[in-house]
């Protein structure tokens, strides 16, 4: 059977579809074993877990990105909601003195009212998905230049920095959150009626019709849980860099679709796996971390993100006619 789609495939479909999936696996562990192997500081306990502690703040942003680009739709507006966050965040903390847990429960609020209203836009109206939260992202990302620049370079007060550093068994406790949500989503996604019908729908819309699936209803969901759960992630991110940041949540949506799509998730909907867009997210900061490494300049890096984006694309539309 195909991933949760109810479509019996063949042989050889199987058999690309199942490398097509795991990939990702493959080419993160050939690239671990490469800078290993030629950079000596990079296999050490601190450089690992600097480089999942920053996973998991963008792999709040590719929680909902992923449930959507399963049913066929894309969520470019997940950078700008992720910086969102932390303005709000800051605002809340710096206006009204409010502590940082209630601050971000206020500021995803305000992300989820945000997702859910181009969510409404989206399947109300039938409008692209994508040119709907490019819009959002537009709009988002220049009110969060205004929020940002109120604050002056305000640092948050301790305690709305230091929560986001404390350890559980000496690794950070967003580690730990990121791989129990990782691990109970794919679960969710695999064993879940509810969860399995992002597929149908992602697949054909069709069946959706057949079996009396609220298509319209799921979507707006996913849209809104995907705007709250990106702000979540910049909210962590604002309290690590200490301060409300326009940089914060910047070209993530480029980062977020890459690791999607490297992580077996098609655009055109019907696949996509939680576990694997995480390591989509691992891949791209392994990567960034190896250049980094070798003193590869920063907007060389964006060419080398940018052409993997391309040829993932490139690969899926292939697989896609070819399945077809």
Not at 162 to 168: A, M
Request: charged content about 10%; hydrophobic content about 55%; glycine content about 10%.
């Amino acid at each position: 059977m195909a991933e949760g789609t109810g479509r019996t495939l063949s042989t050889n479909e199987k058999k690309k579809f199942d490398f097509g999936s795991w990939i990702i696996i493959y080419i993160s562990a050939a690239l671990f074993i490469f800078l290993s192997l030629t950079r000596s500081n990079f296999f050490n306990f601190n450089n690992i877990h600097s480089i999942l502690y920053g996973v998991s703040f963008n792999f709040f942003a590719a929680i909902g990105f992923t449930l959507l680009i399963i049913m066929g739709e894309l969520d470019m507006s997940v950078g700008s909601l992720f910086g969102f966050g932390g303005a709000m965040m800051g605002y809340f903390v710096f206006t009204y003195r409010l502590p940082v847990g209630a601050a971000m429960v206020l500021a995803m609020l305000l992300a989820l009212a945000i997702g859910l209203c181009a969510g409404f836009l989206v399947v109300q109206f039938r409008l692209n998905s994508m040119m709907v939260t490019i819009g959002v992202m537009m709009a988002v990302k220049g009110f969060n230049w205004m929020m940002v620049n109120k604050f002056g370079g305000r640092q948050l007060p301790s305690e709305a920095r230091n929560f986001v550093s404390v350890d559980f068994l000496s690794i950070r406790w967003s580690i730990w959150l990121m791989l129990v949500i990782a691990i109970i989503m794919e679960i969710l996604l695999n064993k879940s009626w509810h969860f399995k019908q992002l597929y149908y729908i992602g697949h054909n819309m069709d069946t959706t019709i057949l079996y009396g699936l609220k298509a319209g209803r799921v979507k707006i969901l996913c849209f809104g849980l995907s705007a709250a759960v990106s702000a979540f992630g910049g909210c962590l991110m604002t309290a690590r860099l200490a301060r409300p940041d326009v940089t914060v949540g910047a070209n993530l949506e480029i980062s977020i679709i890459t690791a999607a799509v490297i992580g077996g998730a098609s655009i055109f909907g019907g696949r996509g796996s939680i576990v694997r867009s995480m390591l989509g997210v691992f891949f791209i900061f392994l990567l960034q971390n190896g250049m980094t490494a070798y003193n590869i300049d920063s907007y060389i890096q964006q060419i080398v993100v940018g052409t993997i984006l391309v040829a993932a694309i490139y690969l899926d539309l292939r697989f896609n006619r070819k399945k077809g």
